[in-house]
């Protein structure tokens, strides 16, 4: 979750009294979340495919060799954070528009729809508890 935790949530909290300014304007608001939601994307999308696309390398170098086997559930998870790194935006915005309820209701949904991915092709282990953890995050 490095891209979600580290990278876009200072964006956001740094956004919320924006929010809160362009709430009774719904155009306006909607403009300024746009516009965040590119610049996130700017962001996620660049980390979470370029962690997917160097877990082979990265695993053996950062993690040692004992861990090849979780090259795959990396990648996975590299893809799961770009997701929830798009979607941290929209809880600023609900708690902005006074919908708190709706925000925590956005906050607990899964990301992932496929996320019990591994389960079903046979992967089992690694990738079903990886899928786990990604279906209740």
């Keep these: 979750n490095l891209p ?4 876009v949530a200072p964006i956001n ?20 979340y746009r516009e965040v939601q590119g610049l996130v994307a700017l962001i996620v999308a660049p980390a979470g495919f370029g962690i997917a696309a160097v877990a082979h ?7 040692g060799p004992n861990w090849l086997d979780a090259i795959p559930v990396i990648t996975l998870l590299s893809f799961f954070g770009m997701l929830l790194g798009l979607k941290t935006n929209n809880h600023y915005v609900y708690l902005a528009l006074g919908m708190p309820r ?4 956005v906050g607990a949904a899964p990301s992932g ?8 092709r046979g992967g089992g282990g690694r ?3 990886c899928g786990g953890y990604i279906h209740t995050h």
């Design 57 to 63: 390398l990265m695993v053996p170098v950062v993690l």
């Design 113 to 120: 729809g496929g996320s019990d991915l591994g389960c079903r």
């Design 4 to 7: 979600t935790s580290d990278l």
């Design 13 to 32: 909290r740094a956004m919320l009294p924006g929010y809160a300014q362009k709430a009774a304007h719904l155009p306006t608001l909607a403009s300024g």
């Design 127 to 129: 990738m079903c508890r």
């Design 102 to 105: 709706m925000a925590s209701v």
